[in-house]
C-alpha cells in the first residue's frame, strides 16, 4: 500500500469530522469516531489534529477532507 506524508493546515478545519469517519470506515468497518486514527479536537475555533500509533499513513483521510486541511503527499522512496 502507498504511504503518504499527510499535511494539516488546522486553520481550515471546520470539525466536519469527515476523515474521522472515513478512516473508521476503512479500518474498524464502522462509522465510530473513537475508532478513527486520526483525532480532531476543536476547542473553540481552534482545531488540534493528531494521529494515532496505528496510522498507516494511507491518505485516505486527506481523500475525504473537503476544505483544504488535510493534504497528502507521496513519501519519497515508496513504491
Ligand atoms: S475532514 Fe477536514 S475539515 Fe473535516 S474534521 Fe477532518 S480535517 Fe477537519
Ligand atoms: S492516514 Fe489512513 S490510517 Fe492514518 S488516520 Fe488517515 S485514514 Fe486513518
Given at each position: 500500500m502507498a504511504k503518504y506524508d499527510i499535511t494539516?493546515?488546522?486553520?481550515?478545519?471546520?470539525?466536519?469530522?469527515?476523515?474521522?469517519?472515513?478512516?473508521?470506515?476503512?479500518?474498524?468497518?464502522t462509522f465510530s469516531t473513537a475508532s478513527a486514527r486520526i483525532r480532531v479536537v476543536m476547542t473553540g475555533p481552534d482545531c488540534e489534529i493528531s494521529f494515532t500509533d496505528e496510522c498507516v499513513e494511507c491518505g485516505i483521510c486527506a481523500d475525504n477532507c473537503l476544505y483544504d486541511t488535510l493534504s497528502k503527499e507521496r513519501k519519497e522512496g515508496d513504491r
Open positions: 494539516v493546515a488546522a486553520d481550515n478545519c471546520t470539525g466536519c469530522l469527515r476523515c474521522e469517519l472515513a478512516c473508521s470506515d476503512a479500518y474498524a468497518k
